[in-house]
């Protein structure tokens, strides 16, 4: 059976994790490379990487960075952050990439979808959706929740589905930072209006989040940062108790 | 030695990547005297099958690759181009085994791609050799190989029964990948690198 995944998210910049990490025996919380090895080592189901290098010039460390992860994770990864063409794309794919995210690009230019779904397959594009919910419902959002669009969140899921994406990654900024939930209402919303797979993103703060998202809505993953970063949850314990609600999980 | 053919169908690195952490010594072909320098020989793939063969036919080496005798592992959609025909682009194949490519069936109130980790079934085979039958290993494809009892050395279920392994003589494949299939993926990759001529 098709396992539910658990995906740690990490924030990288110039080739270096930022963020606090609060991990026991590990040298150099700033190294992806020692960070995404014991993820791995716990049992994480999948990585995503979030790059958050300002300077086009520093692109050169993110790709590096791409490299040595791949060098080492035997489990997949995704990066997102700063795509904008195929050329950008294709440089993490030859770098061991296994999904790109791409976001705001997608926003300003829908047919970005298209074109990475047609060079690479569906399976290389998750399209990163950041959701707010105003007076005129779910709104798309861009820069991190501050830039409000006229996107209605749903029916940009559904174009972007339509125009090729292979995967979503929605993130309430509602509920990101609160450590009170998933929005569990929305996910489910978008999981019965599209056919491909969801990761839930904003709200984890405790195993029971977890749990909810996965019995309450038919997301796929479950991704989340500070609570794994900082030990609040370790993966393994997080494992065997979804199991015990019958949700299949890889142990 | 290995050598992976070199068609420009996909995530390379990864692949590579997972032979260095083994020990495994590898090198790459281009070309139809390439084959005669490895012992073992992989098809890598990612993307749509039809564009997968036309590149793998611009390579010209697709004869030489269907007359081999050494052990040839296709990696997914390496794996599918080894099979008759595929739907992704209605295209006809390497027909080494004469199965079919098809899409999965939305109906079957699936999501397509099937992506994730997937318990894998399999049967007493050189390949799965160490490893936990119904281990899980990491698929990410929307097309699949129909099961075929004659062929199938490894099954998954994703709203119908398919192969997720396969062989015939020296010929073996992969659905998932191993290169991304944590410590069980890696001892595959090591297991191929065993197989005798």
New interface residues.
Partial sequence: MLSKRIIPCLDVKDGRTVKGVNFVDLKDAGDPVQLAWQYAQQGADELVFLDITATHEKRGTTIEMVKAVARQLNIPFTIGGGISSVADAEALLNSGADKISINSAAVRRPALIQELAEAFGVQFVVVAVDTKLTGQGNLVHLNGGRLATELDTLSWIKEAESLGAGEILLTSMDHDGTKQGFDCRLLDQVCSSINIPVIASGGAGKTAHFTEVFTQTAVDAALAASVFHFGEINIPDLKKELKTYGIPVRL | MIGIVNYGAG?I??LT??L??LNLDYGMINTEADLEKYSHIIIPG???AAAAMKKLEQTGLVNALKSLKKPVLGICVGMQLLTQHSEEGDVKLMNIFPLRTKLFD?QQNI?????????VEFKNNLLFEGVDNQT?F?F???YFIEYNPIFDIATA??GIRFSAAIQKDNFYALQF?P?????A??RLLKNFSTIKQ
């Fill in positions: 995530n690195f990864s990547s997972a260095q952490r990612v993307g749509h939305k999501k397509i791609p099937h992506m994730g980790w997937n318990n899980q990491y990410v494809h929307s279920n994703y990948h290169e991304k299939s944590g410590a993926g890696e």
